[in-house]
């Protein structure tokens, strides 16, 4: 699974948009981009996954550049309950456990 | 997506005995599960892989006799960990995925959390 890279953390206030960046220049043309999410004691959350084109669901946006090499989630209207540790991980189609890395712990300030 | 649950959702015992703690499917046959565990702040570490009917896969690392995992039935997985240690206490968290169905995302339980003293 190719590698990603994520800030540690960022802050956004309520009610913005929260943009959380992920590198992933070394992914595969099989390997898709996911996003989890978890938020203090719980399980993790899965939110979108995509592997060319942008993809958007009821929780958020997926934004993928054209090389594949980057990734942008794209939360429209963040809440204080979307303060988590927010992960990227690129993997191929296929029953996988996944590799999580350190992830973005974002905080929503009011 | 799919429901997963798992039992207890936190459970203390002594250094010595053995802990059992259950993954439960309610609403999808998963033939696939998956068992993390997650230590202070880090992150998840996949600790194995679970086939419905067959033997569970390790990952490097993990001791197979310790973490003994039976996965008999399309929505039941259990992780039994044996001779449990103070080095053991960590968030253990199951996962089951759709792909059997078509489906890509992982669904994960609350998690339990292991204290032993």
């Known amino acids: 699974d190719a590698k990603t890279t994520q800030p540690p953390s960022m802050d956004c206030a309520e009610g913005r948009a929260a943009n959380l960046p992920c590198n992933h220049s070394?992914?595969?043309?099989?390997?898709?981009v996911y996003w989890y999410r978890q938020i203090h004691s719980q399980g993790p959350q899965y939110i979108i996954h995509?592997?060319?084109n942008n993809e958007t669901n009821e929780m958020a946006s997926l934004i993928i550049t054209e090389d594949r090499k980057s990734s942008t989630l794209i939360l429209p209207h963040a809440t204080l309950r979307d303060t988590a540790v927010y992960y990227c991980?690129?993997?191929?189609?296929?029953?996988?456990?996944?590799?999580f890395g350190k992830g973005t712990h974002l905080i929503i300030q009011p | 997506g799919a429901v997963v649950s798992q039992h207890p959702s936190r459970v203390i015992c002594k250094s010595g005995t053995s802990v059992k703690i259950e993954c439960r499917s309610l609403d999808f046959q998963a033939t696939t599960m998956f068992w993390y565990r997650q230590f202070p702040k880090q992150s998840l570490m996949l600790m194995a892989t679970?086939?419905?009917?067959?033997?569970?896969?390790?990952e490097q690392g993990v001791e197979k006799d310790k973490f003994l995992i039976n996965h008999a039935s399309l929505t039941l997985s259990t992780l039994t960990v044996t001779s449990a240690h103070p080095e053991d206490s960590s968030f253990y968290i199951c996962?089951?995925?759709?792909?059997?169905?078509?489906?890509?995302?992982?669904?994960f339980g609350p998690g339990t959390r292991l204290t032993v003293t």
């Open positions: 070394t992914i595969s043309g099989n390997e898709y």
């Open positions: 995509g592997l060319k």
């Open positions: 996962s089951t995925t759709g792909w059997a169905s078509g489906s890509h995302e992982q669904y």
């Open positions: 991980i690129a993997l191929g189609g296929g029953a996988d456990g996944l590799t």
């Open positions: 679970s086939n419905e009917g067959s033997k569970a896969t390790y």
